[in-house]
């Protein structure tokens, strides 16, 4: 199915592990984003990309990695998780520049 | 820095009963203001990108304008299933594509 897809769509995990959150898009789209939603902060972007290879960070990159080898996924990895990562995480992509955004469904991720 | 400002906050209202929603912001240089849909327990889905001051878009009961500061989105005889978050989003000229987006505003729309 043509979209953009995130998995898992629920995680629970320990503080101090690593997880990473999986983001897949049909579309070619050149840019994807990884934000964070949190009550009180609403969207909060996390890391960038350009085109497969190219990231860069966002508001609030610590403690989060990313890679980008194929145009079509962009995972995002807690090297070691902590409870102030509990959050809703959702990845985006758009076609370029002057261009809005598709949403994926979100992964709700919980560290205890 | 770039600034978005969605008020109110919270917004309820009756079947029927038209309102605004409000986003005010600041950008260097605006490329585009983007307004988005979001149910609970969903990823925000667009609805509208508007790109210089006067500039109008309509979708069903939602109709969202544009002054060079601030942004409204209309919801005439709004229903039920209106019922959603509101984010609004913009993206300044030197932004590299990013979106900056507001807080939102929480609409409920009581039959």
């Known amino acids: 199915d043509a979209g953009i897809t995130q998995s898992p769509r629920y995680k629970i995990t320990e503080t101090g592990r690593q997880v990473t959150l999986m983001c897949h898009q049909t579309w070619s789209h050149s840019y994807m984003f990884w934000y964070r939603q949190d009550l009180g902060h609403g969207l909060r972007l996390i890391y960038y990309?350009?085109?497969?290879?190219?990231?860069d960070k966002g508001e609030v990159p610590d403690g989060y990695v990313v890679s980008r080898s194929k145009t079509e996924n962009f995972p995002l990895t807690l090297e070691s998780a902590t409870r102030s990562q509990t959050s809703v995480y959702f990845c985006?992509?758009?076609?370029?520049?002057?261009?809005?955004?598709?949403f994926g469904s979100g992964t709700r991720l919980t560290v205890v | 820095e770039d600034q978005v400002t969605q008020s109110p906050e919270a917004l309820r209202l009756q079947e029927g009963e038209s309102s605004s929603l409000n986003c005010s912001y600041t950008?260097?240089?605006?490329?585009?203001l983007f307004w988005y849909r979001q149910d609970p327990g969903k990823g925000p889905e667009f609805l509208f990108t508007l790109y210089s001051a006067g500039e109008e878009k309509e979708k069903e009961r939602l109709k969202a304008t544009l002054t060079k500061k601030e942004s409204f989105l209309h919801i005439t005889a709004p229903k039920p299933e209106d019922s959603a978050t509101y984010l609004c989003?913009?993206?300044?000229?030197?932004?590299?594509?990013?979106?900056?987006f507001g807080a939102g505003t929480q609409v409920v729309v009581t039959p």
């Open positions: 985006a992509s758009s076609a370029g520049i002057g261009y809005g955004y598709t």
């Open positions: 990309s350009a085109a497969a290879d190219i990231t």
């Open positions: 989003a913009v993206q300044d000229v030197d932004s590299w594509g990013k979106l900056q």
């Open positions: 950008v260097s240089g605006l490329r585009g």
